[in-house]
């Protein structure tokens, strides 16, 4: 354990609050908000604490006993496991995410004896990709282990196994009451366990703007607290200091026994201190309220700052709190019979508003349409849980009453997928935007405050001026108006995946052995072209027919648009990979072009530089991978395929010289031919292939033989994604996924330097 103190988020975040409570605290003369300000820099104050695994037992082989207390299914298949347990050498109980290969499957509650590898968290390996070493610090995970041997030694019967055993129950009962996809759905709704939910469903919700609705969120929490509090104090008749405690002791045992998540525990904390509130006959202050749940959730995990439930949580909430003061504000007038309507429509768009350049950022996309999504389902939310958990009740204890009693879920469900369905049709309903950048994201607020505070205002030319600067801003921080292009080149494993900032793809991995529809194209370059706010392709170019380069391009073929795609002119054998892309351009009506020696596609963009025709070649893929050159300013990029010695000898009349050079089959020792390296004289090579890859690639001849030409290396299984910026005026800079560390990462290196 490391304890310091995160001066940069304390002074950043304490500025960007006195900002926007200054009106609260100066104008308007509430000393009681000044609690706003003491609570929350207080919290981010213990933002030092962060848990590390000792680089000692890294890449070390260890034993342990412990016990496992959740298990799952990762994306490849393999079963993951939660084991609280002692390390051999390590003298306190520690927290560690297993990752089991072998075919035998453990159960939760299960005392076992292990040894295996202790190896280091994975970080994001493309901007805007699955951060697992964030998420697992998030979670207190301590290490990552792949064990080599489990063996169970006992049971346990501890709090937490009890409770794990009693979700599995639930979700049993769920299972047999419900169909595949509404068990999986109300599973995460009761339980917190979003793993069955079905990815249709799950993007479905995303887009209608209305995903919370599956999570254990406030809205659950604050409707279960509702339930029971409405129960104690009508049909019992307690009071409402006993109804608000034992309320408040149901919350947090709701909280023990699911899966809990940063929105959750915001929710119960906030839920308390209202609730401590009632009980002692006070008015508890939102602002306040939030402060406070904010410091206790930073105490107990400083982490949480950088979590996407976390802050959309107070976002959302700060939203809503700012909606309802509005309204509060406005003259009382004699209230209409649709007044509700429209404050349930404003509270729902200042919610949206406050939250969306969050949402932007996690997922690159927003929902317009979930201002009025809300509006429909929110209110049968609470119908939903409070049949959810009757319908679990009763099947417990007779089945045949539990499937009757579910009908209503079912029903409520269904009613749900017809409303996003419908609503998420309409015309931009879902806006894929990309990820903003963080100067973006301060503009936004910054426009926000001023529109909300001051836009009703006539003469105020200061507003005026800051809203024209924040535009100005705001507009030149996009890049098309900077002419910065970003060509990236993704780490897809042992494959070549490469993204102009532009929407141009060459080729797009692929994983062998991996199903389509499941392969690096959904899981890797679909989410990367996501991530620059990319919708539809320009043109895509695949340089040969291997399912390395290729299986990946037909994922993404099939989900997005594209305006073109380029293959080599070049005799290739027909197999089940070409037969599948002759389909998938007849189905999606995409242009189908062949190039050769000489041809430019998009002006001058991309030069093609091999193949001479189909008349060359004797129909072996390597030799017909497509090369081509790509300009940008003064700025060229060699891009090779699978070119062996051969080919790169009849590139030598050509004019193939760039500044970086796609290194040909992944650092093969039958490519990258001197005279050719020598000829192209790059100032930097990418190599892309994958981790511990089985044909050891890169060889140490062709590494020899780049080492030579002075040029800086960068490999894909070691630095990650590359990205290659090239401004206006050619200056090239290049930033590999190893180097841009996440916020989180930065903050606590400047505070050890210091």
């Not at 060889?699 to 290659?724: C, N, P, S, W, Y």
């Amino acid at each position: 354990m490391r304890l310091g103190i995160s001066k940069v988020i304390c002074l950043v975040s304490f500025l960007f609050l006195l900002f926007f409570m200054f009106r609260f605290v100066i104008n308007k003369k509430k000393p009681a908000y000044l609690l706003l300000l003491f609570f929350v820099p207080l919290g981010f104050f213990s933002a030092g604490v962060h848990w590390q695994a000792e680089q000692s037992l890294l890449t070390k082989t260890v034993t342990g006993e412990g016990v496992i207390l959740e298990e799952g299914e990762t994306t490849s298949g393999n079963q993951k496991l939660t084991l609280r347990c002692s390390l051999e050498k390590q003298g306190k109980p520690c927290k560690v995410y297993a990752v089991w290969v072998g075919e035998e499957r453990f159960q939760e509650g299960e005392r076992v004896a292990f040894s295996g590898e202790i190896v280091p968290f994975s970080k994001q390996s493309y901007p805007g990709g699955y951060d697992e070493q964030l998420y697992l610090l998030t979670k207190g995970y301590e290490y990552k282990l792949y064990p080599e041997k489990i063996k169970v030694t006992g049971q346990d019967t501890s709090l937490s196994v009890r409770l794990a055993r009693a979700r599995a129950g639930v979700q049993m009962v769920l299972d047999r009451i419900l169909p595949a996809e509404e068990s999986g759905l109300m599973q995460a709704v009761l339980t917190g366990d979003k793993e069955k939910i079905p990815e249709e469903s799950y993007t479905l919700y995303s887009k209608a703007g209305v995903v919370h609705v599956l999570c254990i969120s406030g809205l659950h929490l604050s409707i279960l607290a509702l339930y029971l509090a409405f129960f104690l104090e009508k049909a019992l008749g307690r009071s409402k200091r006993t109804s608000a405690l034992v309320t408040i002791f149901a919350v947090f045992s709701f909280l023990l026994f699911i899966k809990s998540s940063p929105s959750s525990y915001r929710a119960a904390l906030m839920i308390t201190v209202v609730l401590l509130g009632r009980a002692f006959y006070r008015l508890p202050d939102a602002l306040n309220t939030m402060a406070i749940a904010a410091f206790l959730l930073l105490l107990f995990q400083p982490l949480y700052l950088f979590h996407a439930g976390f802050q959309l949580s107070f976002l959302t909430v700060f939203g809503i709190w700012f909606g309802i003061g509005r309204m509060e504000r406005k003259k009382k007038k004699d209230r209409g019979k649709f007044d509700w309507l429209k404050e349930s429509l404003l509270v729902s768009f200042y919610a949206s508003l406050f939250s969306y350049p969050a949402v932007a950022y996690y997922f690159s996309s927003v929902s317009l349409i979930g201002i009025f999504a809300n509006l429909l389902i929110v209110p049968l939310s609470g119908l939903l849980l409070g049949f959810g958990l009757l319908s679990v009740l009763l099947g417990a204890v007779c089945l045949p009453v539990g499937i009757f009693a579910a009908g209503s879920v079912y029903a409520i469900l269904q009613a749900f997928k017809i409303v996003c369905t419908a609503l998420v049709r309409l015309p931009f309903a879902y806006v894929l935007v990309g990820c903003p950048s963080y100067l973006s994201i301060v503009l936004y607020y910054v426009l926000l405050f001023f529109v909300l505070e001051y836009g009703g205002r006539k003469g105020s030319w200061k507003v005026g001026a800051v809203l024209s600067a924040a535009l100005f801003c705001a507009v030149f921080e996009n890049p098309l108006f900077r002419k910065e292009n970003t060509i990236a080149f993704l780490d897809v494993g042992q494959g070549d995946a490469a993204v102009d900032g532009a929407a141009y793809l060459v080729d797009g991995g692929g994983k062998f052995g991996q199903d389509f529809g499941e392969n690096v194209g959904k899981r890797i370059v679909l989410p990367y072209l996501e991530y620059l706010g990319v919708s539809a392709l320009d043109g895509a170019f695949l340089s040969h027919p291997d399912s390395d380069h290729m299986t990946g391009l037909l994922e993404v073929l099939e989900t997005l648009p594209t305006k073109g795609l380029y293959l080599s002119d070049y005799a290739f054998a027909e197999n089940e990979q070409t037969d599948l892309l002759k389909e998938m351009v007849e189905k999606y009506n995409i242009p189908l072009y062949t190039i050769k020696t000489g041809d430019s596609s998009l002006g001058d963009k991309f030069l093609c530089l091999y193949p001479t025709g189909a008349s060359a070649g004797t129909g072996e893929e390597n030799q017909g991978s497509m090369v081509l050159r790509y300009s940008y300013s003064d700025t060229k990029v060699l891009f090779t395929g699978d070119i062996t010695a051969e080919e790169e000898q009849q590139l030598l009349e050509q004019n193939i010289s760039a500044d970086v050079l796609k290194v040909a089959h992944h650092g093969s020792k039958y490519s990258s031919d001197a005279a050719f390296l020598e000829k192209v004289s790059p100032k930097a090579a990418v190599i892309s292939c994958g981790t511990n890859n089985v044909y050891g690639h890169p060889h140490k001849e062709a590494m020899e033989r780049l080492q030579k030409t002075g040029a800086e290396i960068f490999r894909t299984d070691e630095d990650g994604t590359i990205l290659v910026t090239i401004g206006k005026d050619g200056a090239m800079n290049i930033e590999t996924m190893t180097e841009r560390k996440p916020l989180y990462e930065n903050i606590k290196e400047k505070l050890e330097k210091s």
